[in-house]
């Protein structure tokens, strides 16, 4: 099966899988009796939680459901230290995944897929990988991941910078010593909200750039508890079949719901909020009222609960005034969860730089220069995100049907059916791409929920000696209307946010993400199998 440099004929699989994270483990795992091969550019398993070991970096989703359902025994037997696990825990969970299903003997480590391209004669894709020998494959199933394609801005002399810098998923395997230095953090999203307290607490100085707050709630992370372990353990079944029906394939262990926000007082607004912070749930917090997510007023309530928590907490009134979102909705970014944020903000060796005030000017020699003077740094860390959702699979550089790219495809918009096929790109899916649910659901469930669809279709092909499927631009229009006609009705729309593309200079803007609920999703996309593919072209 293994190529060689020498081969003349690119060696010739079943399918080729591109990443070794959670959802590519799981394609590998599936299709165990086929000629499968995995490509993944980092020298070990685990994904987003192999790449992402930045201080603090951790999961806000409970890992006794953000986890594998697949086995039974996995689940039973492996143990959590934590109600949110750090990025350790994480990768060591990927790697006994690895392990005790044989997948690693089928992953190339350290090879980086930079070509794809169609070939219509042989209906076969041809990959060639950094520095190997290509191989071919009928099918491509690319688990490149929502979040995996690094923003690293092109700041003004970034170049002539003399000191260390560390993009936060790029990490140092064996971490970055703050101790002494000036320490420089520029971003304030989920990434930097996590590393910030960590990394004040070990710098001589630390400089927060922020170019816009974020709204964050506590984590309240805690050792995980024996009897809540217990408790999911015995309820599995019945748990992760509730989640595969649940609008953001999660289980909700206690849902608060009291309506409309409007359906009560000032106080009693205020009481129902403290009640639902103080019940530690996390993301759900967002879910408190029904018009959180559809009624700016409504909305603005809840913000205003949080930026009065922020005034309770930071001490200096023009920094916790700065640290306030005012711009945009809560939870129309991605709402973050902190272990100490805000406190950080009170330290005396904490400084906030406020860049909608005094914006970057340029990079020098021995740090940044903002508007208004110099901050000489050590070191400075990039908290800036990622070319999220898309920036994956632009970047493998794919070239389908009559010489068409990816890149010209999706120039003004990235289409595809059903968050999975492109059309004139044959027999290459995604997974958690660009029209599923992916980010807004509790992504290792939606994984191996698409990677099942997936790899019962590309075995169905197989029975049924077809070599080739498409989809049309007809159902890509289809698919893309009814996500703009869900996402017209959300506040997304109101922030400058990945989830539109914002962040990415250029980039055209596009709520990327299937609102409609991940059980709305998969009964759309089970009805297609069940239609015999409709809106796909089987030849
Ligand atoms: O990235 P982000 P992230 N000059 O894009 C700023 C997931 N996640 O890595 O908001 C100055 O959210 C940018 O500013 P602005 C989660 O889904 C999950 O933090 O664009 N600043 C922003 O403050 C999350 O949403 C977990 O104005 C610049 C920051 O950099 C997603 O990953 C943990 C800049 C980027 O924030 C991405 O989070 C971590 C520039 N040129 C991440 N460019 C957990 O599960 C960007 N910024 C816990």
């Known amino acids: 099966m293994a190529s060689t440099a020498s081969s003349a004929q690119p060696v010739d699989h079943d399918v080729v899988v591109i990443g070794a994270g959670f959802t590519g483990m799981y394609a590998l795992h599936t299709l165990r009796d086929l000629d499968v091969v995995c490509f993944e550019a980092g020298d070990g398993v685990g994904g987003t939680w192999y790449w992402n070991r930045y201080p603090g970096a951790r999961v806000d989703i409970e890992s006794m459901q953000y986890s594998y359902s697949f086995d039974d025994d996995l689940q039973q037997e492996w143990r959590w230290p934590e109600y949110f696990s750090p990025q350790a825990d994480l990768e060591a969970y990927a790697n006994h995944v690895a392990d005790r299903f044989g997948l690693r003997e089928r992953i190339r480590f350290s090879t980086r897929v930079d070509g794809l391209r169609f070939d219509e004669a042989t209906d076969r894709w041809h990959v060639s990988v950094a520095g190997g020998a290509p191989v071919t494959a009928r099918s491509v199933i690319a688990a490149t991941g929502a979040l995996?394609?690094?923003?690293?801005?092109?700041?003004?002399?970034?170049?002539?910078?003399?000191?260390?810098?560390?993009?936060?998923?790029?990490?140092?395997?064996?971490?970055?010593?703050?101790?002494?230095?000036?320490v420089g953090v520029i971003g304030t999203g989920s990434t930097g909200i996590q590393s910030i307290p960590v990394i004040a607490a070990a710098a001589d100085h630390l400089t927060v750039f922020q170019r816009t707050p974020a709204y964050t709630l506590p984590a309240f992370n805690r050792p995980l508890d024996e009897a809540h372990e217990q408790d999911w353990k015995t309820n599995y079944r019945q748990r992760r079949a509730e989640m595969r029906t649940n609008t953001a394939?999660?289980?909700?262990?206690?849902?608060?719901?009291?309506?409309?926000?409007?359906?009560?007082?000032?106080?009693?607004?205020?009481?129902?909020?403290?009640?639902?912070?103080?019940?530690?749930?996390?993301?759900?917090?967002?879910?408190?009222?029904?018009?959180?997510?559809?009624?700016?007023?409504?909305?603005?309530?809840v913000a205003e609960f949080i930026r009065q928590k922020i005034r309770e907490t930071v001490t200096d009134p023009v920094v916790a005034e700065?640290?306030?979102?005012?711009?945009?909705?809560?939870?129309?970014?991605?709402?973050?969860?902190?272990?100490?944020?805000?406190?950080?903000?009170?330290?005396?060796?904490?400084?906030?730089?406020?860049?909608?005030?005094?914006?970057?000017?340029?990079?020098?020699?021995?740090?940044?220069r903002t508007a208004d003077r110099d901050h000489d740094l050590d070191v400075v860390v990039l908290a800036t995100g990622f070319d999220g959702v898309t920036g994956s699979f632009l970047r493998l550089d794919v070239t389908g049907v009559d010489g068409i790219t990816l890149r010209e495809k999706w120039q003004h918009r990235a289409t595809n059916y059903l968050g999975l096929m492109v059309a004139g790109f044959p027999n290459l899916f995604m997974i958690h791409g660009p029209g599923s649910p992916g980010v807004l659901s509790q992504m290792i469930s939606s994984g191996e929920w698409q990677v099942e669809w997936v790899t019962r279709l590309i075995r169905e092909l197989r029975e049924r000696g077809i070599s080739r499927i498409d989809t049309t631009p007809e159902a890509e229009?289809?698919?893309?209307a009814e996500m703009d006609e869900m996402a017209e009705h959300t506040l997304y729309q109101y922030a400058d946010s990945w989830y539109v593309g914002a962040n990415i200079p250029g980039k055209p803007r596009q709520f990327m993400i299937y609102i409609g609920g991940f059980d709305r999703y998969t009964s759309r996309c089970e009805q297609v199998a069940q239609d015999g593919y409709e809106g796909f072209v089987l030849t």
């Open 249 to 301: 394939a999660s289980y909700r262990t206690s849902e608060v719901n009291h309506g409309s926000v409007f359906d009560h007082t000032p106080e009693q607004q205020r009481e129902i909020l403290e009640q639902a912070w103080s019940m530690r749930n996390g993301l759900l917090f967002l879910t408190t009222f029904t018009d959180t997510m559809t009624s700016l007023e409504a909305n603005e309530v």
């Open 477 to 480: 229009q289809g698919w893309g």
């Open 148 to 182: 995996n394609a690094r923003n690293v801005p092109d700041f003004p002399g970034f170049e002539r910078y003399q000191g260390e810098w560390h993009h936060t998923s790029a990490w140092p395997r064996d971490g970055v010593d703050f101790t002494g230095k000036r």
């Open 322 to 368: 700065r640290l306030s979102p005012r711009t945009y909705p809560v939870g129309s970014k991605r709402i973050c969860m902190d272990t100490g944020y805000y406190e950080t903000f009170n330290r005396p060796n904490v400084e906030l730089v406020d860049l909608r005030e005094t914006p970057i000017v340029a990079f020098t020699e021995h740090g940044i």
